[in-house]
């Protein structure tokens, strides 16, 4: 998919989730008291409150939960179809990505395939994108 | 009976796409009829309730505030709400009914007027919302992996349902099917023409498993529902209908980490302030604005088993007019139009009076449920005639 997407303003709770992709890694805040994540990133952990928390780069793959094949343009540039997918992460509990499923065709995409992160990167913001993994 | 809440009067405006009238011309529509329904004057209004609140960046979403009508109508309010931060768009007749039974008010205009379709049609009065820069808030999760409308966020629970315990989309159709039945039979639905199978199999896919017929489109109306208190029915010419529980949730403000639709805790909840069961109810105005959510709903609130909604439906005999258990018997939001919650209170309050004339349900109907929302957000009303 080559079309601009949604670009995001960047603040303090989710810079390093839109930016961790130029370092490779995929952050995901983590509680250092209770460890476990929180997501949509916020500076206080929704499982026991500490604000003992920060960024924390996780391994990036993962399995499709569930998805769907997107046909609509929603935009003028859009380029349809594309899969619109849930990931569930590994190791990373409770914590689910939208994302897209690339670099295979629409219909090559099932709930529960093993997929890992790419990043696509546009005017500074690394897109979480997921791909197939053999 | 004291202590309790009714719904006491219901109106609508003209139902219509792309329509000139103004927002605020249609609400005052809808409020009129209500007004007249109940046989009170304006002056015996004390309290106005809405949701989501005005939202200036959404085009039409929601373009009249609770301030918007008090100016207008002249009203002198004791309690007024309006806000998207609520148990979805029936909370707002939810908050109503909690407000005249502590005393607040004893007379409340709810409404929701949406006006998506003008909006659309009319860019230089409502810019486009931006969905390109500057993404803030839940929406960034979505927005930049092409998910910009709700109906890519629910298919996939909707796809999840297939996988998981067989909804076919066979099944997902008797929605589109019975609300295109229904909406022929209800002269105030944008809908006229019929629906078949083969139709719905050929229409255009939108999000899988969603084709064109399984979302609501863009309408333009007001709906209003006048909550009053118990103690004040003396003042109402029509037939009061109890609303006999109520209940919300919020699962997950962003959709994508709820493991199910809100639509499954509300639906549990509703029934433990009440004498009431499912065995009670004889009609069901499920939120359709997209075909899975009625699904939703029916396993939430407990009709069937969690799984089992796509077969309940199946062919269609049960959610119909004449069976078991009549749904969506104005068109619902896929052939009504999309009145975002409203509709399905309405409808309750119409088929409860037999005032369905065509569309009306045999016998003597005395209980209804109407929801709203069933994704992150939910609301359910359980609705009575005494």
């Keep these: 998919m080559t079309w601009q997407r949604s670009r995001i303003r960047l603040d303090r709770d989710n810079r390093a989730f839109w930016t961790g992709g130029a370092e490779g890694k995929l952050n995901i805040v983590r509680c250092d008291d209770c460890g476990q994540f929180t997501h949509p990133p916020r500076e206080i952990c929704r499982h026991c409150q500490s604000e003992n928390v920060a960024p924390h780069a996780v391994a990036g793959t993962g399995a499709v939960d569930t998805y769907t094949v997107n046909y609509q343009a929603w935009a003028k540039d859009m380029e349809v179809p594309f899969v619109i997918a849930r990931v569930r992460l590994d190791d990373v509990p409770g914590v689910y990505l939208t994302t897209n499923i690339v670099n295979c065709p629409v219909d090559a995409v099932d709930i529960d395939d093993r997929v890992k992160v790419v990043f696509e990167e546009q005017d500074g913001i690394w897109y979480p994108l997921f791909e197939k993994v053999a | ?386």
């Design chain 2, 1 to 386: 009976m004291a202590g309790e809440a009714y719904i006491t009067g219901i109106g609508m405006s003209e139902v219509g796409v792309r329509l000139t009238r103004s927002a605020i011309g249609l609400t005052v529509d809808a409020v009129k009829e209500a007004i007249a329904d109940a046989g009170l004057t304006l002056d015996q209004i004390d309290g106005v309730s809405t949701y989501p609140g005005k939202m200036q960046a959404f085009l039409g979403f929601s373009p009249i505030s609770t301030d918007d009508l008090i100016e207008v109508l002249g009203l002198k309010t004791r309690w007024h709400a309006g806000t998207g931060e609520a148990t979805a768009q029936l909370g707002a007749i939810t908050d109503a009914a909690s407000a005249v039974k502590a005393g607040l008010a004893r007379h409340v205009i709810c409404f929701r007027t949406v006006y998506e379709a003008a909006a659309l049609a009319r860019p230089d009065e409502y810019p486009p919302m931006q969905r390109r820069n500057d993404i803030t808030g839940g929406s960034q999760w979505v927005s930049p992996f092409g998910a910009f409308s709700a109906a890519c966020w629910t298919a996939q629970f909707a796809t999840r349902h297939m996988k998981r315990y067989g909804l076919t989309r066979e099944q997902l159709a008797q929605v589109a099917l019975n609300d295109h039945r229904n909406a022929a039979l209800n002269p105030r639905a944008i809908v006229r023409e019929p629906l078949t199978m083969d139709k719905y199999m050929s229409a255009r896919m939108i999000t899988t498993p969603f084709c064109l017929y399984d979302c609501d489109r863009f309408t333009d109306a007001s709906t209003v529902v006048i909550v009053s208190a118990g103690d004040a029915l003396d003042e109402v010419k029509s037939q009061p209908i109890r609303i006999a529980a109520s209940a919300g949730s919020l699962e997950r403000y962003s959709w994508d980490q709820a493991e199910w639709a809100s639509a499954y805790p509300t639906g549990r909840d509703l029934w433990k302030n009440t004498d009431y069961s499912v065995k009670d109810v004889d009609t069901v105005q499920f939120y359709d604005g997209f075909a899975f959510q009625p699904i939703t709903w029916l396993e939430g609130l407990g009709f069937c088993e969690v799984g089992e909604g796509g077969r309940f439906i199946e062919g269609g005999t049960r959610i119909a007019r004449d069976g078991e258990l009549p749904m969506n018997t104005g068109g619902g939001q896929l052939g009504w139009g999309r009145l975002h919650g409203f509709g399905f209170a309405f409808e309750s309050v119409v088929q409860l009076r037999g005032d369905g004339g065509a569309r009306q349900i045999a016998g003597d109907p005395k209980v209804a449920v109407a929801t709203s929302g069933g994704g992150p957000m939910a609301a359910a009303l359980l609705l009575a005639k005494d």
